[in-house]
């Protein structure tokens, strides 16, 4: 009689945890981009996999503007969970395009944030990073904006409560879930119009304000560290912080003027030994912490994932 009662009792708190307070939303039991840990750490003190111009994604190795091999959903399982792309226009309709959109179209922007949105919709517990650029300064309000709303991401993005945030002010990757609002999107110039201009409560942020980024498009392999685009007024180590860690190299024999991504050592660049080593020569300017983005190249290549897994402690 007893031990049915203390059963009894068993059971009770099994399906009624509130009695002791340990009542956690379902969204926990699976954990925040797949983690537990990571539900209570904060969104600048997370490391996450990038893809470098993830749009410009082909299978083909004479797709010589290709820097990635796999497709966006594909890209979202290999746990990539920061997007970088470049935005152009195609007909006054903003795409994301590689330099130019002749040499490499990726389609709009509205179609490529619909497949994103459908992957957020079907993984509730993920948070996810936008870093997009605009290197023709194209009207954030005329063609970034409406590519947001018309897609159905606007809801789920990210309004600080003030801007620029520090890298230790922000929300936890467990409150962004539970607020809805689990997708940062920068861009990194031409922001009403100017590189820094920043009105309060918008939903897409100054890259360059919160996130210093090192060399980009590097042709060395050893990836030597520096602060190389950052702004006013954050110090670099009050900022996230990305290392770019994608491999340019003279592709074409004899055109040494035209540098792509390197597919060839991939593997290398890629792999556990040369994110790391990269990660840590960041160090001097991020007060030891590790980077926030890791951003690659050819992310079915090597080991990025499993790198990420070891900067955040995992
Ligand atoms: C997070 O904090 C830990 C402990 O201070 C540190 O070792 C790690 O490098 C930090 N990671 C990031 C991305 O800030
Ligand atoms: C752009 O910035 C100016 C000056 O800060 C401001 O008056 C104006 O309302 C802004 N325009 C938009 C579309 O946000
Ligand atoms: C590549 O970077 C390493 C480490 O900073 C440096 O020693 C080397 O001289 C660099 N190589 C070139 C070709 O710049």
Known sequence: MQLSLRLA??????????VLGLSLPMRRA??????????????????FLGSHDSFAFSGNPLALARTQEVDIP??????????????????????????????FDGGPVEKYLKTVKKFLDENPNEVMTF??????????EKYWKPAFDKSGMTPLLYVPSSTPMKRDDWPTLGEMIESGQRVIAFLDKGINGT???QPDGSFILPEFKMVWEDTFSSTNSSFPCKVDR???PL???DQLNMINHNLNAQVIPFVPSVLLSDRLNAPKTNGMISILAHANGCTPFTDGRAPNFVLL?????GQGMEAVNQLNGF
Do not use: W
């Open 230 to 232: 950052t702004e006013q």
């Open 195 to 197: 590189d820094s201009d």
């Open 30 to 47: 699976s954990g925040c981009n797949g983690h537990v840990e990571l539900c209570e750490r904060p969104y600048g003190n997370t490391t």
């Open 74 to 103: 594909n890209q979202l399982k290999l746990g990539v969970r920061m997007l970088q792309a470049q935005g152009h226009l195609n007909k006054d309709v903003l795409h994301f395009c590689h330099t130019s959109c002749s040499l």
């Open 9 to 18: 009792a068993f059971i009770a708190i099994l399906y009624n945890s509130d």
């Open 235 to 237: 110090q670099p180590t």
């Open 297 to 301: 190249d050819y992310v079915n290549i």
């Open 131 to 140: 870093v997009f650029t605009n290197p023709d300064n194209l009207d954030v």
